[in-house]
């Protein structure tokens, strides 16, 4: 990754940092932006989205290291120790 790439990304991590939290939000959203409190959260949202986008631009998804691709027909199990869609239905004996 080049350091434009790095520093890209950074920026943008800053820039989230920077905005209000929603209990904040919630006390001034009317005097700051003329906004009921639940907009201003929504709109915040919306914007920290937004920088999210900007700081990935062009930046590629890191590789998975090889010991995670060693045995691809183990089945698959999500956080809680659940097996996921289609490990589920092949053990179940029917179609993925």
Do not use: C
């Not at 950074?10 to 001034?28: E, F, G, Q």
């Not at 937004?50 to 590789?63: D, I, T």
């Not at 698959?76 to 004996?93: H, I």
Request: charged share 30%.
């Amino acid at each position: 990754m080049t350091q434009k790439k790095i520093e890209q990304m950074y920026n943008a991590l800053r820039r989230i940092t920077m905005y209000d939290n929603p209990a904040r939000l919630k006390k001034t959203s009317g005097a700051r932006y003329g906004l009921p409190d639940f907009e201003a959260i929504e709109y915040a949202y919306e914007n920290v989205l937004a920088e999210a986008r900007v700081g990935l631009r062009g930046v590629r998804m890191p590789k998975r290291p090889a010991s995670e691709n060693d045995n691809p027909s183990a089945p698959s199990t999500s956080p809680d120790g659940e097996q996921k869609g289609a490990d589920k239905a092949q053990e179940r004996g029917g179609r993925p």
